[in-house]
C-alpha cells in the first residue's frame, strides 16, 4: 500500500511505499518503508542502500481478496513488472536460472560482464 502504516510499528514513524525497483530495462513492483523521510528497502540487494533505484507511485493500491493481495494501478490489476524489453528479460533470467540451478551464488548468479550485457542487448532489443 502507498503511505499505509505498518502495524508492527508502535510509534507510527514508518509506512509502507509501493512503487518501481529499477532493474534496467525492468520496473519491478515493489514495496519499501519510509521513515522519517528515508526510503529503506528490507530486501537483500547488490546494491548500496544510498543507490537504490525505486520510484514512489501513489496511483498504485491494494486490493485484498480473500488471502491475496493484487497491486492495482488506473482501476486495473498490475503484474510484478513492466519489461521495456521482454525478449531481452527473458534471455537475461534463463541464463540466471541455469547459473542458480548449477548452484552459483545468487548474489553472483545475477553478474554479467559489459560484453555479454551487450552481446544480450544486440540480440534480443529491438531498435
Not at 34 to 41: H, V
Not at 46 to 54: A, G, I, K, L
Request: negative net charge; contains cysteine.
Amino acid at each position: 500500500m502507498y503511505g499505509g502504516t505498518l502495524g508492527n510499528d508502535p510509534l507510527k514513524t514508518a509506512r509502507a511505499v509501493t512503487g518501481w525497483w529499477v532493474q534496467w530495462p525492468d520496473f519491478v513492483l515493489h514495496s519499501v518503508i519510509e521513515q522519517s523521510g528515508r526510503l529503506i528497502c528490507i530486501t537483500p540487494t547488490q546494491f548500496d542502500e544510498s543507490d537504490f533505484p525505486f520510484i514512489p507511485d501513489p496511483q498504485i493500491s491494494w486490493l485484498e481478496t480473500g488471502d491475496v493481495y493484487s497491486a492495482v494501478r488506473g482501476g486495473r490489476v498490475i503484474g510484478p513488472g513492466v519489461r521495456a524489453f521482454p525478449k531481452f528479460t527473458m534471455a537475461r533470467n534463463a541464463i540466471v536460472r541455469e547459473r542458480l540451478v548449477a548452484g552459483v551464488d545468487p548474489f553472483k548468479a545475477i553478474e554479467f560482464s559489459d560484453e555479454m550485457m551487450e552481446a544480450l542487448k544486440r540480440e534480443h532489443c529491438a531498435e
